[in-house]
């Protein structure tokens, strides 16, 4: 088993949508979670960090339940710019961010 | 200011060949990573620096692969004999710190291909 599974998708939603993904983690020692988008060809960036108590940065909610080691993130009104590969991340107190495959989104006018 | 920047953005060698990659982290950030992205894949961890010492280099898959951060802030990986497996997008990160809860950055990557 992966220590972190995502869903590969891909997802295709048209503008305006709502969309959410799901990770899972094994480690339930892990300390740090994150969401990190990808475009295609192009470095991972950080879209946010991910709480227990939940957060939330305009159109993108995160949200964190340890007890189900379980990791989502929420997209409101996507957009065209929103299309890209979303990676699900964990970090334990070695350090090393573990990644999932990433889970692709095609935004369609 | 400046982010992590890693030459060269591409590299082309023969199976067999000796190639270095290189990473200039962001200035004052004393972590640097080193991580591997094969085609439809995430990141895969390698190997990472706190100031000029490898404090975790579980993630290199064998001895052919090197890496050396000898002032604490650019880094160069090595790789010895190159194998056609080894093509992949090559990514180095920088962290202030090395606390679980800081930010890595990421540069652009070099893309290795073996032929």
């Known amino acids: 088993r992966k220590e972190v599974e995502q869903d590969p998708g891909p997802f295709n939603v048209p503008e305006g949508a709502t969309v959410a993904f799901n990770c899972t983690y094994s480690n339930s020692a892990s300390q740090s979670f994150f969401w990190y988008r990808q475009d295609c060809r192009k470095e991972p960036k950080l879209l946010m960090s991910?709480?227990?108590?939940?957060n939330e940065d305009g159109r993108f909610t995160a949200q964190l339940n340890r007890a189900s080691q379980y990791i989502s993130l929420l997209i409101r009104d996507s957009k065209l710019s929103d299309s890209a590969t979303y990676l699900c991340v964990v970090r334990g107190n070695n350090r090393k961010l573990i990644w999932g495959l990433g889970t692709s989104l095609a935004v369609n006018p | 200011g400046a982010g992590v920047s890693q030459t060269p953005s591409n590299k082309v060698t023969e199976k067999g060949k000796y190639v270095e990659l290189r990473c200039d982290p962001i200035?004052?950030?004393?972590?640097l990573y080193w991580y591997r992205q094969s085609l439809g894949q995430g990141p895969e961890f390698l190997i990472y620096f706190q100031g000029t010492g490898a404090a975790d280099d579980s993630g290199l898959p064998n001895d052919r692969f090197f890496a050396v951060r000898p002032e604490g802030s650019v880094s160069t990986l090595k790789i010895q004999r190159t194998e056609r497996g080894d093509s992949a997008m090559y990514l180095c990160?920088?962290?202030?710190?090395?606390?679980?809860?800081?930010?890595?950055?990421f540069g652009p990557g070099t893309r290795l291909t073996v032929l």
């Open positions: 991910v709480y227990s108590s939940g």
């Open positions: 990160a920088s962290s202030l710190t090395s606390a679980s809860t800081d930010t890595q950055y």
């Open positions: 200035s004052g950030h004393t972590a």
